[in-house]
């Protein structure tokens, strides 16, 4: 390309050309230049997704103020005995009493530095903390079924594609029939019923020992085995039929690897872009499982705050899953433009 | 859209009675279909024809197991499960329908309106939707329903503007793909409006996975349902729907197990059907699927 010394001021209209002559022929030798013209653009596409996500979560902090403030009841209304004047007093102490748009103001002020306010309905504790102590309890839920659901979806899709049409593709579409067709809140109850109370192998409720896992993660993930393994076996089944994996088999490279090594990567594409819906329908399934299991997590909390007009945990929960699905959609969404470069990325 | 799908079997009938002779071939839709159409009549007619009332409660006998005066037991109340069962079916198959229905109107005519005049217009409509997928809106839904809710029209709303977004994306695409055929620009060099064309030249054209979608969106929205009845959200008493009977039942496991069996099995049941059928009215109507 450039020979001899380049002037600083020309480097960016080399690499914009870089760039542009990457994406429209894919004739590149060189692989550290190639690397930098991919760079450029994805850097560009990171930045403008970021944006996007702070103007959506500035959004739906601005949407949920508003709407859980002109609702009906107050955090203080379920309490008894509360005489006009404590009830000025406890406003007067939370800042209830000032115009609405100076308490968003406030709020927005304090968010700023990371503080999500005292919860309304515990005592002296404020949202932060409730957050940092239930939050742990959530994410080893949450990881512990993806990881079930993983495990489970690739192996039965991979098998299922593999040997199309034999016990294991039917038993793979049953599984997936079930896990759409059963509901976890139909097979928890189901499952604590016979393994806990009747066969006495689980405690029926409970975050304690490893034990109390099995139960809660195997009907969370269940859910979402099955939409894996199909997107597995779909996906894979297009990329056993391209030319690179009969030349890879007749390189004479074992099954085993041909299809770990070359078929899953470009056959676990669809899987990716699924990560961020799945882990989406896992954090509203917590609500539920953490109900059934008694597991003492954010889930529960979040439903018991928004019963309670605990405005600011309800904000503060409600915070906290947008920018938990947003930073995970933009992951997937970088993920993805890496595993195939043939994605486009638009901005 | 209707009349012009009936005016099609009328005349030329090839399309549509191919695909239903293709769906005859697949025992587990055509399973399906019988099941629904055998739960929907219970639902229907069922209740009136028992000799029990839903409300109707029995505080002597309590909860009993099945019986013959008593097909499927009685709750902890003494009131008769199967007649409960039937009314909750109305509810959870009503709520069903109506929200798809919600989300197909708003998802086909967004999609529609994004696919055929592209460019700018499309791709503002469909940031909003990649914006809205990438936005929590179960929480959303359940603060909807705690802060306004119990009350049966705003969870056809709030269940119907969560899932209509992949039905517009479905349409859009197919759109844009039909748009660009000849008949369309025969279409347009007869003068007709815009409105005239999306709604009565390409909607019927791509009739095929605008079905197969709805019967896949039903179920999804039933559990949607029966979730917020689970977590005490939805369906409110005295009304019951399939959601709160697996709920009731699930705290009453322990000593009534039969409370959860049912409910559990009836609801599980209906979702098989209607997936068993989407899945073969999909292979029938030859829908490019991300199936295979």
Redesign the interface.
């Known amino acids: 390309m450039a020979r001899g010394p380049v002037r600083a001021s020309a480097i960016p209209t080399i690499l914009t050309t870089l760039c542009r002559s990457a994406s429209v022929n894919q004739k590149f030798h060189s692989p550290s230049l190639l690397r930098l013209a991919t760079f450029i653009p994805m850097l560009r596409f990171i930045t403008s997704r970021l944006l996007q996500s702070l103007l959506a979560l500035f959004l739906v902090i601005t949407a949920t103020f508003f709407m859980i403030r002109f609702v009906p009841g107050g955090p203080f209304t379920a309490e008894k005995a509360v005489t006009p004047e404590i009830l000025r007093n406890l406003e007067a102490h939370y800042g209830l009493d000032k115009p609405l748009w100076r308490q968003y103001l406030d709020y927005l002020g304090r968010l700023g530095h990371g503080d999500l306010g005292p919860s309304f309905k515990y005592p002296n504790r404020t949202v932060n903390e409730i957050i940092a102590d239930k939050v742990p309890v959530s994410a080893e839920l949450g990881l512990l079924s993806l990881g079930v659901a993983l495990i489970i979806g690739i192996t039965l899709g991979t098998f299922a594609a593999i040997r199309r049409n034999s016990w294991i593709d039917y038993l793979a579409s049953t599984v997936g029939m079930t896990g759409i067709s059963i509901p976890s809140f139909v097979v928890g109850p189901l499952l604590v019923l016979g393994l806990a109370i009747h066969a006495g192998w689980f405690n029926a409720s409970g975050w304690y020992g490893p034990a109390d896992r099995v139960l809660p993660c195997l009907v969370l993930g269940f859910a979402y085995a099955a939409p894996i393994s199909r997107l597995t076996r779909g996906g894979l089944l297009e990329v056993l039929n391209q030319d690179f994996i009969r030349t890879a088999r007749a390189k004479g490279a074992s099954e085993f690897r041909v299809i770990t090594r070359h078929a899953l990567r470009g056959g676990l594409l669809p899987v990716v872009s699924f990560l961020g819906p799945a882990v989406a329908g896992i954090l509203t399934g917590s609500f539920v499982i953490e109900t059934i299991f008694q597991i003492p997590g954010i889930g529960r909390e979040f439903v018991n705050s928004a019963t309670n007009r605990d405005y600011t945990l309800v904000l503060g929960t409600v915070i906290l899953y947008a920018v938990l699905i947003m930073a995970l959609n933009l992951v997937v969404d970088i993920l993805q433009a890496w595993l195939n470069p043939k994605v486009r990325l638009e901005t | 859209m209707l009349p012009a799908a009936a005016e099609k079997i009328e005349q030329g009938n090839s399309l549509w009675l191919d695909a239903w002779l293709r769906l005859r071939k697949n025992h587990l839709a055509v399973f399906g279909l019988g099941a629904l159409i055998a739960i929907g009549l219970a639902c229907l007619v069922g209740p009136w024809l028992s000799t029990h009332g839903y409300e109707e409660q029995n505080l002597e006998l309590g909860a009993a197991g099945p019986s013959r005066a008593h097909w499927l037991g009685t709750d902890t109340l003494g009131r008769d499960l199967l007649v409960r069962l039937l009314t909750g079916g109305r509810v959870s198959l009503g709520v069903g329908l109506a929200a798809t229905f919600v989300a197909l109107t708003i998802g086909v005519v967004f999609g529609a309106v994004a696919g055929f005049f592209g460019g700018k217009l499309d791709i503002i409509m469909m940031r909003t939707v990649d914006?809205m997928?990438?936005?929590?809106f179960?929480?959303?839904v359940?603060?909807?329903m705690?802060?306004?809710g119990r009350n049966i029209i705003l969870l056809f709303v709030a269940i119907g503007a969560v899932e209509w977004l992949t039905m517009a994306r479905i349409v859009r695409s197919q759109v844009m793909a039909t748009k660009r055929m000849e008949f369309i620009e025969a279409a347009r060099s007869l003068g007709f409006g815009r409105r005239r064309i999306i709604f009565r030249h390409i909607l019927p054209n791509i009739l095929g996975p605008i079905i197969v979608y709805t019967t896949l969106t039903i179920?999804g929205v039933m559990?949607l349902e029966?979730?917020l009845s689970?977590?005490g959200?939805g369906v409110q008493p005295p009304m019951s729907s399939w959601?709160v009977l697996?709920?009731d039942?699930?705290e009453k496991?322990?000593e009534y197990?039969w409370l959860?069996?049912f409910p559990?099995a009836m609801?599980?049941l209906t979702?098989?059907s209607l997936?068993?059928l989407g899945d073969g009215l999909r292979d029938a109507l030859d829908v490019r699927s991300?199936?295979?």
């Open positions: 914006i997928y990438s936005l929590p179960m929480v959303f359940i603060l909807l705690v802060f306004f179920p559990l029966a979730f689970f977590l959200l959601g697996i709920k039942g699930a496991m322990e197990s959860l069996i559990g609801f599980s979702l098989f997936n068993f991300s199936k295979d």
